[in-house]
Structure formats: C-alpha cells, structure tokens
C-alpha cells in the first residue's frame, strides 16, 4: 500500500555536510545539469528530471530552469543553466548538517531557536532573517528552513543558495522554491 506521508529515518537517508555558499553535498553551486547528474549518479540511479522554459519572443531556445530527483528528495533551481538553489524533501531526501546540527524533517521550531542562539554569538547580530509565512533563514549559512507537511505534522525542508541570492532572496529562486510543500 502506497504511504503518501512516509517519512524515511534518519539512519536510511544518505547524510551531507553543507559549505555554507558553496556546496550541499556533493552540488557545488555554479554545476551545470550535466554536472549535477554526473554527480549524482554516484549516489543514486534516479535520472534528474529537467523543465525547461522558453523566454518571452525566443520561442526557439529552450533554458533549464529545474531538475528533480523526486524519489531521492532533491529539487535543484538553475539560473543561467547553472546551479542556483538545492530544496530537500522533507520525507526523503538526504540529511544535511550545518554546524553539526541535522536541519533536514526537523521540528520548525527547534531549529529555528537554534538559528536564534546561533546568530547571537556572530558579530553583528544580523544573522537571522525571515521569509515570507515566518519562515527563519541564516545569511552566514546560505539556508531557509522552509516547511513541509509530513501527515498532521510540519518539519523542515531546508533550502540553500549561494551568496549571490542574499541580494533579493525572495526573487532569487522561483516562488515556488518558498511556498510550503504537501
């Protein structure tokens, strides 16, 4: 029977370190997508799934604008065909430490008390930002730890970006990236 709301433990998932601004993982931010599958492809033998879009008046050109690795739990934002944003799923994507501290299907809450205190001890205390739907994000971590629904619960679906995003975060992805996941 197909369990909608499965949630993968902790000991099952694949386990990652983040660089903050720099890498998820193994994704390094700038990778293009076939860079990212090559990668990938080492840790799992799902092939990304890639949209395209077409600008406006180019009707022939065709850019990459995501790739999903749904089973393994990863959604990646390109920008210019180059890795811009990696979303873990809540449910069953790897889990991600920062500063030791597991941020992937975790209580919002909990992490985000950890983000306070952390951005207290940093010179100046400008750390700590917030999104859209009160959703806490680390300007020295290059994260948002957006939310996802896990049956009656929600835990987090963490989001990371490259430096460059911290310019006009809510634009820098797609909405989407920001909207809260079912």
Known sequence: MFEFW?????????????????????L?????????????SEVTEERQGLWR??????????????????EFGLRLY???EKLKGVAVDALCGPQVHA????????VP?????????????????VDLTY????????????VVLNVQRAGDHLVTRPVFFPSEGLDDLSHFLPR???????
């Open 6 to 26: 499965k949630v993968v433990p902790d000991d099952e998932r694949q386990h990652w370190t983040m660089d903050p601004f720099a890498s998820v993982g193994p």
């Open 28 to 40: 390094r931010f700038g990778m293009t997508p076939a860079e990212v599958s090559d990668v990938l």
């Open 53 to 70: 879009s077409y600008p406006a008046g180019d009707a022939c050109t065709s850019v990459i604008d995501r790739g999903d690795y749904r």
């Open 78 to 80: 390109y920008g210019d």
């Open 99 to 106: 500063d030791g501290v597991a941020l992937v299907c975790r």
């Open 109 to 125: 809450s909990v992490l985000e008390h950890w983000m306070i205190e952390r951005a207290k001890a940093l010179e100046p205390e």
């Open 131 to 142: 999104m859209d739907l009160g959703m806490p994000g680390s300007d020295s971590l290059g």
């Open 176 to 182: 989407e990236a920001w909207a809260i996941h079912h």
